[in-house]
């Protein structure tokens, strides 16, 4: 079992390295699969159970990737984080 979670954990780092490279973001991934695991890269950097108003969020993401709105709506939109009343928190 643990040797599955390696080998995995090993896939994910090449699929990643052509669109995430030291924190940042470098390129959008077209494919849906590839820009899933690049959304719960950036979602880790939310730590669980923490409530964020936007303005915080934008500062985190900006620092990630240029356009942080199309970012933190694909955030919401995958369900890497929740919203409301202008209030964010990582899920799961």
């Known amino acids: 079992?643990?040797?599955a979670k390696r080998n995995l954990a090993a896939e994910e780092v090449r699929l990643l390295?052509?669109?995430w490279r030291e924190g940042r973001i470098i390129r959008w991934p077209a494919r849906e699969g590839?820009?899933?695991l690049v959304l719960a890269e950036?979602?880790?950097a939310?730590?669980?159970g923490?409530?964020?108003a936007e303005a915080e969020v934008d500062t985190m993401l900006?620092?990630?990737w240029p356009d942080y709105c199309q970012l933190r709506r694909a955030l919401v939109d995958y369900e890497l984080l929740n919203r409301k009343d202008g209030v964010y928190w990582r899920v799961g």
């Open 50 to 52: 923490r409530r964020l």
């Open 62 to 64: 900006r620092s990630i």
């Open 42 to 44: 950036v979602a880790r």
């Open 46 to 48: 939310f730590p669980l």
């Open 34 to 36: 590839r820009r899933r």
């Open 1 to 3: 079992m643990l040797s």
């Open 17 to 19: 390295r052509p669109f």
